[in-house]
């Protein structure tokens, strides 16, 4: 420990100290650096940056299918004309992003080789949301270097801004590639409009051209769209299929090779972590941080081999770190039928019915104060619970006696559930602190 914290002090050494502790805590601190030791440690990783999702490889393995499509069309770009408008739809972590990006680098390399304008701008729609901001950031994206951002955040009709796109669009000349990412998430939020004006650039630009290409992993967001703009976007669809389990092994390979020390992975790791994400659904992103957290835990016990239990452990970590802030966010009344789902367990229930939740629901509210929703409101919300993926809510046939829910929760046992929940509300430590009186089973 490097350093000592007195408890005849009663203070925290880095807390306001008066002076003759501060004496003590600086000559302490100079006897060495909390980061000394840790840096010393010998890492397992070349470059970690490789595992990260940001990092792009040079090469992406088992899409090619896919980037061959991309390619054929946007290669009319580089001809001068207006590649078709497309939609890349695929589950999470499917490469679409990656594959686009890729293909979009080689695009605008070639066009500087050739002396041809191509322009690939790719936007978030998740962090950038509404068809004003999407407009404007795609417009400041066309400044020159020495010119400053000028549209303003919020503020101008959105009409001014489009007509400021087209104007400066006009001005470089050359092909846009449009790449709305995300973009399910836009048009679920602000309808849509943007595409309509988008997909609708090329009437209003003489000099210019632009195409727009839409990634999606909600395969039904085009139910959102209207006829006309969906026949205009939906030009050219690709799916991204679920990568399998010898498909990951060979990214994972690729990235292990330029990101971990050779020999740092016993031969069980890369197929643990690829079966496990291909279970999932196939998701490259959940593999590789698999293969990262579990070269991290390695790490930190100083093993010089990554095995099987750190991948366990990598797995448990990264269930835990996911559902953790689903749970903290939770509404009030949500936390509450989950903790009388709980409370059921604590005294031993399995497969618990709605009555059961109900029941302990009902004197939760009670004792803390909280208003009672009907039994068919419980009933809803935990549908909702199940939904998402913090209990199981099975519909079973009781013959005669009608239908009924068995519920159980299927949280990881080694999340404190209680203490999140407890933590995150005051009113949910007092639903925990309370005894319940439980219906008789027959
Ligand atoms: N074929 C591949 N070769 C190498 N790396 C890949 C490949 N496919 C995906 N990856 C990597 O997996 C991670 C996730 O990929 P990407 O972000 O492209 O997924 P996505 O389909 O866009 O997912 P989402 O729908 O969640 O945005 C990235 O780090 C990416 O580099
Ligand atoms: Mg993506």
């Given at each position: 420990m490097l350093i000592t914290w007195t408890r005849?002090?009663?203070?925290?050494?880095?807390?306001?100290?008066?002076a003759a502790d501060k004496d003590v805590m600086e000559t302490t601190i100079m006897s060495g650096n909390i980061f000394d030791e840790i840096l010393t440690l010998k890492s397992l990783?070349?470059?970690?940056?490789?595992?990260?999702?940001s990092y792009l490889p040079n090469t992406m393995i088992h899409r090619e299918e896919e980037i061959e499509s991309l390619s054929f069309n946007l290669v009319e770009a580089l001809k001068g004309h207006i590649p078709s408008n497309m939609i890349l739809y695929g589950v999470t972590g499917a490469g679409k992003t990656a594959v686009t990006k890729y293909v979009c680098k080689q695009l605008q390399m070639k066009g500087e080789k050739i002396g041809r304008k191509v322009f690939p701008v790719l936007v978030n729609c998740r962090q950038i949301d509404t068809q004003y901001r999407v407009l404007a950031h795609l417009s400041n994206t066309?400044?020159?270097?020495?010119?400053?951002?000028?549209?303003?955040?919020?503020?101008?009709p959105t009409d001014r801004v489009f007509k400021e796109l087209v104007k400066r669009m006009e001005r470089r000349g050359g092909v846009y590639v449009i790449i709305l990412d995300e973009i399910d998430h836009l048009i679920k939020k602000a309808g849509d409009d943007l595409l309509y004006n988008l997909t609708n650039l090329n009437s209003e630009l003489n000099e210019a051209r632009a195409c727009v290409i839409g990634i999606s992993n909600d395969l039904k967001f085009t139910d959102y769209l209207d006829p006309r703009v969906r026949s205009r976007l939906g030009q050219q669809d690709i799916i991204f299929n679920p990568y399998n389990a010898e498909q990951l092994q060979e990214i994972l390979h690729d990235r292990a090779v330029e990101g971990i020390e050779e020999n740092a992975l016993s031969q069980d790791v890369i197929p643990l972590c690829s079966a496990l994400a291909a279970q999932e659904h196939g998701d490259a992103r959940c593999a590789l941080d698999l293969l990262r957290v579990s070269t991290e835990k390695a790490e930190k016990e100083s093993a010089e081999l990554v095995e099987k239990r750190h991948v366990r452990a990598a797995q448990a970590q990264i269930e835990c770190d996911q559902i953790t802030p689903v749970i903290r966010t939770l509404p009030t009344q949500q936390k509450i039928v989950l903790a009388a789902v709980m409370l059921n367990e604590y005294n031993g229930l399995k497969n618990i019915q709605t009555g059961e939740v109900f029941y302990i629901y009902k004197q939760a509210c009670t004792r803390v104060g909280l208003s009672l929703l009907s039994a068919r409101r419980v009933s809803g919300l935990i549908s909702n619970l199940d939904m998402l993926g913090l209990i199981t809510a099975n519909t079973v046939s009781k013959g005669r006696y009608g239908r009924s829910k068995q519920i159980n929760s299927c949280l990881?046992?080694?999340?404190d559930v209680k203490t999140i929940m407890s933590n995150s509300e005051s009113v949910i430590a007092d639903v925990f602190a309370h005894s319940y009186k439980h219906q008789s089973r027959l």
């Open positions: 005849t002090h009663g203070r925290h050494p880095l807390a306001a100290a008066p990783f070349i470059n970690k940056e490789v595992l990260r999702h066309l400044l020159e270097e020495f010119e400053a951002p000028d549209i303003p955040f919020t503020g101008w990881p046992d080694n999340l």
